[in-house]
């Protein structure tokens, strides 16, 4: 799928190893804390779903439909909800901005390294929020990694750790539940998908995030290339939540006599329906049913204008796509893109706003009810340890939960303790109960060497001297005396992490 450039430029399983000096951990979460300050993602979405694709990336200046006060930004998700009743959206997209630093891909918002965590950058913020609204009206979104233009993560990188660290990293600071892995042109290289696939089952192992695989199709259905793409994915065990077809862009040669896109696209829907059974049974040893087969088949539309090669994609198209995926109990439908829809796009195609969006938010199923509380982690505390000594996280920590009992064996531990070294370090806590709902504390430990010195006013440092202050450990940055660590505007002492 396509996506507008900016307007705007401006862990594998469980890992614990012990050794003299250090102690490494890697969890196992279901539903994160986040980090990005972007809300929390929704756990259980409905079994069968609507969620249409919003550019993120699009600088959008229709009033009252942008994030910001500058005079545009990214969508407005909430608004959006609030008036087509669609609470549920897969985000495009995050690309690789093309290097690798310490071990992790670099990425942006359509591969700009200003859409990106750690920038202070109004679009990229208002992203954040936008998505952090949704979430508390009881909406969310999945994120979408790849699209027709950039670079996808596993073109820069066929590192499995890197790609692992890359995507972890973004679904723990997301929060994330659901990821979408949009796979096109080049990107469909199947050794490369294969290390990406490999990632990807690591970071479901860790989170249990879903993943949901889209391809390009004909109205014959999947070719080869995307043949293999199941197979890189399902050889390496990745759990697929949909395998979602770009139902667009076929082409007057793919039509039979007297056939339109739409009804193309419900040919296309049936042809990957069999190709998916044979791929479970070839790649995963699992046979399906026809529903479970449909129950699988995400199906995205492209309406209105999308090139001067193919029609305008119809109201009436759509609504032939949406009676046949209702027929077939098919898992998701979607469409590129909300943005032309409800018109903060401009577009030839769209003549009336939610045209389309009327027709497909008459699909899907409610949310899945929970009154199941969280589970409760006990005995985590900050602690300050001496440089050699054993350093145990577990010790004394236990969980519990209101309806599946004690939890204390099913805690995750994650962190770095380096007890060789001087340093504060965090760990976290997670634990999840059987209905999914998890909990997360986070502790300090600051491992200390006792030979250095405590600060003083009195003495004069210069720099690379180390000291302790309250607790904490600082290193001169230059010539000082009488500047308290952490204190002074133009701070001559330095943190030492």
Known sequence: MKKNFLK?????????????????????????????????????WPVQVNAPYVDMVGWVTKNGYYMGNDGGGPANLKKLSDETGIKYFNLAF????????????????????????????????????????????????????????????????QDVNVLYNTYLDIVNGYALTRIDLDVEGGAQNKQSNIANAKAVKML????????????????????????????????????????????????????????NYGAASIRAIDSTKNQIKEAYQKFANTTLSDSEAYSKIGATVSVGYESSSDPIFTPAWSQLVVDHAKSKN????????LNRDSQIE??????????????????????????????????????QINIGATFSPLAGVTASDKEDGDLTNKIIVTGLVDTSKAGIYNVNYTVSDSKGLSTTVSSKITVIDSSIQTYSPNK???????????????????WTQGETPGAAQWDPWEKIN
């Open 346 to 383: 401009n577009n030839q195609g769209i003549t009336s706003q939610y045209e389309h969006s009327k027709i497909f938010s008459k699909f899907g199923s409610p949310a899945i009810p929970s009154d199941n509380t969280a589970p409760v982690i006990s005995g985590v505390t900050d602690k």
């Open 460 to 478: 004069v440092y210069v720099a690379g001297d180390i000291v302790l202050y309250n607790g904490v450990m600082y290193k001169a940055k230059w």
């Open 8 to 44: 705007k430029v401006i862990c594998t399983l469980l890992i614990a190893f012990v050794t003299l000096t250090s102690t490494s951990f890697i969890t196992k979460a279901a539903t994160n804390v986040g980090s990005y300050n972007a809300g929390i993602g929704i756990k259980n």
């Open 94 to 157: 995050i690309q690789s901005t093309g290097s690798v630093t310490n071990g992790k891909i670099n990425w942006g918002w359509g591969g700009y390294s200003v859409l990106s965590e750690g920038k202070n950058d109004s679009q990229y913020n208002g992203i954040k929020q936008s998505l952090k609204d949704l979430r508390a009206i009881g909406g969310d979104a999945a994120i979408s990694f790849g699209g027709a233009g950039g670079t996808a993560f596993w073109q820069t990188s």
């Open 330 to 337: 098919i898992g998701m439908t979607s469409y590129w893109s």
């Open 204 to 259: 479901q192992d860790t989170t249990g995030v879903e993943v949901t695989l889209t391809v390009p199709v004909l109205p014959s259905g999947l070719t080869q290339t995307q043949i293999d793409l199941l197979d890189a994915y399902l050889s390496n065990n990745v759990t697929l939540k949909y395998i979602n077809i770009m139902a667009m862009c076929y082409g007057s040669g793919t039509l039979l006599p007297g056939e």
